[in-house]
């Protein structure tokens, strides 16, 4: 009798949780619907060009962001060269480190989310993975002359 019992709480609890989660979910993007921001992630998982509308309204298409990890590999030789670039260039670029709390809450207002490391946006343009410094360069300076 008493393992029914239980078995009856149990059920109760979970349709309780199941409900609150519910109406919690529903609230929040009620909210972030009535502030504007309800774009939906844009998960980076090939290199292209992002649609330049969806690029704009993520407030990212005049920006250089970097993302990587510490356990990324090829972010240990990419990294590197791209904070010699943006000496050379004396440009200003964004690096988040995805293994850091505080950097992916930093990230998330820009609506986008990485599936590889390193994964480099020049503006609009995603770049994933190694490629050699002076690709990165020549990319990077066509992007920073036509922002002038």
Same mark, same amino acid.
């Given at each position: 009798?008493?393992k029914? !019992?239980?078995?009856? %709480?149990?059920? @109760?609890?979970?349709?309780?949780a199941?409900?609150?989660?519910?109406?919690v979910?529903?609230?929040?993007n009620?909210?972030?619907?009535?502030? @504007?921001?309800?774009?939906a992630? #844009?998960?980076?998982?090939?290199?292209?060009?992002?649609?330049?509308?969806?690029?704009a309204?993520?407030?990212?298409?005049?920006?250089?962001?970097? /993302?990587?990890?510490?356990?990324?590999?090829?972010?240990?030789?990419?990294? $590197?060269? /791209?904070?010699?670039?943006?000496?050379e #260039?004396?440009?200003?670029?964004? %690096?988040?480190? #995805?293994?850091?709390?505080?950097?992916?809450?930093?990230l998330?207002? %820009?609506?986008?989310? $990485?599936?590889?490391? $390193?994964?480099? #946006? !020049? @503006?609009?343009?995603? /770049?994933i @993975?190694?490629?050699?410094?002076?690709?990165?360069?020549?990319?990077?300076?066509?992007?920073?002359?036509?922002?002038?």
């Open positions: 009798m008493s029914n !019992i239980s078995i009856i %709480f149990i059920i @109760g609890v979970v349709i309780a199941v409900i609150v989660g519910y109406f979910y529903a609230n929040q009620s909210n972030s619907n009535q502030n @504007g921001n309800n774009l992630v #844009l998960v980076l998982d090939k290199e292209e060009i992002i649609d330049l509308d969806a690029c309204a993520r407030n990212f298409s005049n920006k250089i962001i970097i /993302l990587e990890s510490k356990y990324c590999g090829a972010c240990k030789v990419v990294i $590197p060269a /791209l904070k010699q670039i943006e000496q #260039l004396s440009a200003e670029f964004f %690096f988040f480190d #995805l293994s850091k709390k505080e950097d992916t809450e930093k998330k207002k %820009f609506k986008i989310w $990485p599936k590889y490391t $390193p994964t480099v #946006l !020049i @503006g609009c343009k995603i /770049l @993975g190694d490629h050699q410094k002076d690709e990165y360069k020549q990319i990077i300076e066509n992007f920073l002359q036509n922002e002038q």
